[in-house]
């Protein structure tokens, strides 16, 4: 789950010319890969700035809008402020990759319905995202 808030981070990245992460001495290479029809307006508009593939959809306005708004952001920084804000970033980044494993009776299904409880049952289309996930495997 997270995938809004890693593509928000993977696009923030981007935008300030983050290409690489270091943790705990490894060099990471930022790769962004989605299995959608999508995929060629996120890499050719998004990431590199240079796509005309227009905005036919809802994902696409939401990438756009996003763009625009972190790029503006980023702008309004200066000099100074986009380097410490680059500095903070690269020192202070972390991301928690946990595993689940079935033997203790965990499912994916149930840490999803866990994290994404808002004390309202998920929608039909929220459960049909981790089927969808559990299709995949």
């Given at each position: 789950d997270g995938?809004?808030?890693l593509t928000t981070l993977f696009v923030?990245?981007?935008i300030l010319e983050i290409n690489n992460l270091i943790i705990?001495?490894?060099?990471y290479h930022l790769d962004y890969s989605i299995g959608n029809p999508n995929k060629d307006f996120f890499i050719n508009k998004i990431i590199e700035g240079n796509g005309h593939e227009?905005?036919?959809?809802?994902?696409?306005?939401?990438l756009d809008n996003l763009k625009k708004n972190l790029s503006?952001?980023?702008e309004s920084y200066g000099e100074e402020g986009l380097t410490a804000l680059k500095a903070f970033l690269?020192?202070?980044l972390i991301i928690d990759v946990r595993y689940i494993d079935?033997?203790?009776g965990?499912?994916?299904?149930?840490?999803f319905e866990t994290l994404n409880n808002r004390g309202k049952p998920l929608s039909i289309l929220e459960k049909l995202k981790i089927k969808k996930l559990n299709l995949k495997r």
């Open positions: 995938q809004q808030r923030s990245l981007k705990d001495g490894q060099v227009k905005i036919i959809n809802c994902y696409r306005k939401n503006k952001r980023v690269v020192e202070n079935n033997e203790d965990i499912t994916d299904m149930v840490v």
